[in-house]
């Protein structure tokens, strides 16, 4: 299949740096943002940036009739899934292809539950730094997605219609075929990185250098690879070192999103990063003391912010 419309909800960082290149690429009327009508009025009364250029996107509102999309985009935080999976419900049709943007482990089984796991690819956004205040973003660096099947060595007919799509649309990626420990990968390295810097630091430069926020982000990373091994995913410590180069590879001075949220006085992810850690490490009766004092603390955090 050859795809040419698509519906994307949620226009957090991801949201907006995608958004942005699909609308420098496509009709404007083959782009679907989905909001509620709240959203929608306050988008187009204080605009959506993108490195200074207001952007002008195309909204609908879920409760629009207007036919399914050829692949659906989900950029929200997964505190936000739930309402995005039954707000996409009229842009979904037989052959629509569903791609999660999202962090951690699980969005894609949740999306899956109710759309059919023969919808969803699985997905992994790396090596980008924007920075977004309200609904302006920034970035250097876009990075890429990387995209698979949840079966190791295949590439279904899906992941290769997505990949002809980005390459029309200059969209940065690379097709995986062990699609499933890349995702724990990402989730190991966002569980260290994110929250290490969100507590002990300001930025990913904080990690490059010795110091607490690098030592507490390889310690939380390393007891997801011990996690992974109950799990049956194996991560290794050349997974751990590849990862961390990811992070390398960006701009030092640019911020991981949860220490973006506390700086603004959002709630984070944290119970998707630690709080999955902690879950699993029940489950495995495997000890994960760094993350339980991240949770700890972040929770702490969160607790302050001004109503």
């Excluded at 998707?272 to 000890?287: I, S």
Aim: aromatic share 8%.
């Amino acid at each position: 299949m050859e795809i040419k419309t698509v519906s994307m909800i949620g226009l957090g960082s991801l949201g907006i740096l995608f958004g942005s290149r699909l609308l420098q690429t496509m009709p404007r009327e083959s782009l679907r943002i989905i909001a509620d009508r709240d959203r929608i009025e306050k988008y187009e009364r204080d605009g959506v940036y993108c490195n200074g250029e207001r952007l002008q996107f195309r909204f609908v509102e879920p409760v629009e009739t207007c036919g399914p999309s050829d692949l659906i985009i989900f950029a929200v935080k997964y505190t936000g899934l739930g309402d995005a999976i039954g707000a996409v419900r009229n842009h979904v049709g037989e052959n629509t292809i569903i791609l999660s943007l999202l962090n951690g482990i699980s969005s894609e089984a949740v999306i899956g539950q109710t759309y059919g796991m023969e919808k969803v690819l699985y997905c992994v956004a790396q090596a980008m730094d924007p920075i977004k205040s309200g609904s302006r973003l920034t970035y250097t660096h876009m990075g890429s997605l990387c995209i698979g099947d949840r079966e190791p060595g295949v590439v279904s007919e899906k992941v290769k219609a997505v990949a002809e799509f980005f390459d029309r649309k200059k969209i940065p990626y690379e097709v995986c075929i062990d699609m499933y420990k890349r995702l724990w990968g990402k989730f190991m390295l966002n569980t260290g990185v994110n929250q290490a810097v969100a507590v002990f630091g300001e930025k990913y430069g904080d990690t490059r250098v010795e110091g607490r926020a690098r030592d507490v982000m390889i310690a939380a990373m390393r007891e997801v690879m011990a996690l992974s091994w109950k799990e049956g995913i194996n991560l290794t410590e050349d997974d751990l070192n590849y990862w961390v180069g990811v992070i390398n590879s960006v701009s030092p001075d640019g911020k991981p999103s949860m220490r973006q949220d506390v700086e603004a006085g959002r709630l984070s992810e944290v119970d998707l990063f630690a709080g999955t850690v902690l879950e699993l490490g029940r489950k495995h009766n495997v000890p994960t003391p760094v993350n339980e004092m991240l949770y700890n603390r972040i929770k702490e955090m969160e607790s302050k912010y001004k109503p």
